[in-house]
């Protein structure tokens, strides 16, 4: 079984610049998960979604960032315009309801 | 609020020796409770879970984690630690089933390996 896809593994940009990351899940998985995870810290929910609709996302910086998730199955993160402080590891996790969450190796995100 | 506490950010051990990495949680009712582990440069695999039941619940590559209600613990514990368990260490908790089911995380603790 093919576990979930992410690209790209790295990215450096300037501030002020724009990203954006995909995200492919689990086949068959309804719930798909945006979490940042800062060096040194674990990761942090970003934003759910539930098929296409958004469940969560409380602690999403919306004045920079935006997830869609158009047709319920792979997602994109943006940032723009990035910022020093949005350096971090993007991880992409599905699930199947509720229970375990599958990572993704994650997106390094670099800000100059 | 749901909340994780690794009180430890890095644990030493020699090869061969045990282990205990320690984890509390805050929740309201019985959690579901999870240890992820991560590589350098990886993302976070499984190592075990609990859900309910048996409150000693095995893992892959020997772990074990057990839940103590009374205590808010899910303590993860190792008998014998290789080179290769040099890694970060995730405890995750998450609520029971609903429209907005999410883990959060620990801030992790860092295993290192003495030779």
């Known amino acids: 079984e093919a576990g979930v896809a992410q690209s790209p593994r790295y990215k450096i940009i300037e501030k002020r610049q724009s990203v954006a990351f995909w995200c492919n899940p689990i086949?068959?998985?309804?719930?798909l998960y945006w979490y940042q995870q800062i060096l040194g810290q674990g990761p942090k929910l970003l934003i759910q979604f539930q098929n296409n609709g958004v469940v969560d996302d409380s602690q999403l910086p919306k004045d920079r960032f935006s997830a869609e998730r158009l047709k319920g199955v792979d997602s994109t993160l943006k940032i723009q315009p990035a910022k020093l402080e949005d350096s971090a590891v993007y991880l992409c996790a599905s699930s199947v309801g509720a229970g375990e969450l599958f990572f993704g190796e994650g997106s390094r995100l670099t800000v100059l | 609020a749901q909340s994780v506490t690794q009180p430890d950010i890095h644990i030493t051990v020699s090869e061969g020796a045990s282990l205990e990495l320690r984890c509390n949680y805050s929740y309201g009712a019985t959690p579901y409770l999870f240890w992820y582990v991560q590589s350098p440069g990886q993302g976070l695999q499984l190592l075990l879970k609990?859900?309910?039941?048996?409150?000693l619940v095995q893992g892959i590559k020997g772990f074990e984690a057990e839940f103590k209600r009374s205590q808010s613990s899910f303590n993860l514990r190792k008998p014998s630690v290789h080179w290769s368990d040099a890694a970060e260490y995730f405890c995750?908790?998450?609520?029971?089933?609903?429209?907005?089911?999410?883990?959060?995380f620990g801030s992790g603790t860092r295993l290192l390996v003495r030779p």
């Open positions: 995750a908790v998450g609520a029971r089933p609903d429209s907005s089911y999410k883990l959060i």
């Open positions: 609990y859900f309910s039941g048996d409150t």
């Open positions: 086949s068959g998985h309804a719930t």
